[in-house]
C-alpha cells in the first residue's frame, strides 16, 4: 500500500479540490439548507472508463508485468536468482504477508485517528471500508491516486463531516505520513554518508535525497506561519488593479487553503494519540514487508540501506504511472543495486513486496467499495428519518 499514498497527482487533486471550493466551501446564502440540499445530491465517484482508456491501461500493465517476470529474469545474475525462486523459505514470506497485515491496520488506526473527530457515527469499521475503497479506486478506477481522494472526501462528506474540515484533516493526514517519509530520508541519507549508519553511501542516493527531505520539512514548516488571512492581504497588494488583484489571490489561495490542514497536523504531533503511531509503524511495516521478503531469498542488507533505497524507489511515483506499476519495482531495484545489494536477489525481494504490498490488497478493497456503497446508503436513510 506504501506506493499508493506517495501519489503526486492525488495531493494535487486534493489541492485542486480545497482551494477551488469542492472541499472547502464558502457559506451560502440559505446556509444549511443549501449545504444539505448539495450533499444529498453528492454521488459516489463514479467509474469513468473508455475503450481506449481501457485497451491503453491493459497494454501498459502487461507490457510492464513482462518486462518484469519475463525479461528482466533473462539478464545476467538475475536469471540465476530467479532459479531460486522455488527455494525461497516460504516461512519468511509467511511472515511478509504478516508484516502487510499489520501495515493495513496501521494504515487504518492513522486514517481513524485523524479523519474522525468525536461525535462523529464512523466507527474502525467505517474507516477500514473508506480505507481498503479508496486503496482500489486509486488502482483501478482513476490514475494518480484522484479516484482515492474524491472517494475518501465523499465518503467523509456523507458522514456529515463539513467540507472545510475535510479537507483539514485529509491535508493534515498527508502531512503527518509523508513527514516520517521525509524525515527518514533525511535521517538515512545523512547517516550514511557521514558514517553514522552502516552501508554504502553514494551522493545521489544519500545527499541529494536528504536536501529534497529537508527542503520539504522547511517548506510544510513555513506553512504552518502563514496568516489565515494570507490570500486576502496578497490582494490589497493592487487595489488599483482588480484583474491582477483577483490573481494574486489565487496565487495565495494554496498556501493560505493549506495552513489549517498543516497547523492540525502539527497539534496532532505535539499531542499525540495511540493511533499516531500508525504513522510510523505503517511505513515500518512496509519496510519490513521488503525486508522479510531479503530474508526468504537470501540475506537483507544493512537496515539503513534498506529504509534508504525503499524511500528513494518510491520517488518514483512522481512518474504518471497508473499505480506506479514499473516504476517504483525498477525504482527500487535499481537504488539497491546502487547500494551495491546484489541485483538478482533485489529483483526477487522486491517483486515479492510489491505483491504483497500492492497487489493482494487490491481485491479486499474492490469488496469495500461496493460495501461502503451499502454503508452509505444507510447512512442517508438513517439522517433522512432523523
Not at 481506449?52 to 517476470?69: G, S
Not at 461525535?119 to 494518480?144: C, E, K, N, Q, V
Request: glycine fraction near 10%.
Amino acid at each position: 500500500m506504501a506506493e499508493d499514498a506517495v501519489e503526486p497527482a492525488a495531493r494535487a487533486r486534493l489541492h485542486d479540490a480545497a482551494t477551488s471550493g469542492s472541499l472547502v466551501g464558502s457559506p451560502s446564502a440559505d446556509g444549511a439548507l443549501d449545504g444539505q440540499q448539495h450533499l444529498d445530491e453528492e454521488e459516489m465517484p463514479r467509474v469513468a472508463l473508455t475503450r481506449r482508456r481501457l485497451i491503453l491501461l491493459a497494454i501498459f500493465v502487461l507490457a510492464a508485468i513482462a518486462f518484469l517476470y519475463f525479461v528482466l529474469p533473462q539478464l545476467g545474475g538475475v536469471r540465476d536468482a530467479y532459479k531460486r525462486v522455488s527455494d525461497g523459505d516460504h516461512a519468511w514470506l509467511a511472515v511478509a504477508l504478516g508484516f502487510e497485515l499489520c501495515s493495513i491496520a496501521s494504515y487504518v488506526a492513522l486514517f481513524h485517528g485523524i479523519h474522525v473527530p468525536p461525535g462523529s457515527p464512523l466507527r474502525h469499521r467505517d474507516s477500514y471500508l473508506i480505507t481498503m475503497a479508496g486503496l482500489a479506486a486509486t488502482r483501478l478506477f482513476a490514475a494518480g491516486g484522484a479516484g482515492g481522494v474524491a472517494l475518501t472526501a465523499w465518503a467523509l462528506r456523507r458522514s456529515r463531516m463539513e467540507r472545510r474540515e475535510v479537507a483539514e484533516r485529509m491535508i493534515a493526514f498527508l502531512v503527518v505520513l509523508y513527514g516520517v517519509y521525509v524525515t527518514a530520508m533525511f535521517v538515512c541519507g545523512i547517516g550514511l554518508r557521514t558514517g553514522l549508519l552502516p552501508g554504502e553511501a553514494p551522493f545521489g542516493l544519500t545527499v541529494v535525497p536528504a536536501i529534497i527531505a529537508g527542503a520539504a520539512i522547511l517548506v510544510f514548516g513555513a506553512l504552518a506561519l502563514v496568516p489565515e488571512d494570507f490570500d486576502r492581504r496578497v490582494q490589497r497588494m493592487a487595489p488599483r488593479r482588480p484583474r491582477l488583484a483577483r490573481a494574486l489571490r489565487r496565487v495565495a489561495l494554496a498556501p493560505a487553503s493549506m495552513r489549517g490542514g498543516v497547523r492540525f497536523a502539527m497539534q496532532k504531533t505535539l499531542h499525540p494519540d495511540l493511533a499516531m503511531l500508525g504513522a510510523v509503524t505503517w511505513w515500518a511495516f512496509n519496510i519490513a514487508v521488503l525486508w522479510a521478503s531479503f530474508r526468504a531469498f537470501g540475506s537483507s542488507p544493512p537496515l539503513a540501506v534498506l529504509v534508504q533505497a525503499f524511500f528513494v524507489g518510491m520517488l518514483a511515483n512522481l512518474l504518471p504511472i497508473p499505480g506506479g506499476i514499473g516504476g517504483v519495482d525498477g525504482g527500487m531495484i535499481g537504488a539497491l543495486a546502487a547500494f551495491g545489494v546484489d541485483a538478482g536477489v533485489a529483483v526477487l525481494a522486491v517483486l515479492s513486496y510489491r505483491l504483497f504490498a500492492f497487489w493482494l490488497p487490491t481485491l479486499p478493497g474492490v469488496i469495500a467499495y461496493f460495501q461502503l456503497r451499502r454503508r452509505v446508503q444507510r447512512w442517508r436513510l438513517r439522517y433522512a428519518t432523523a
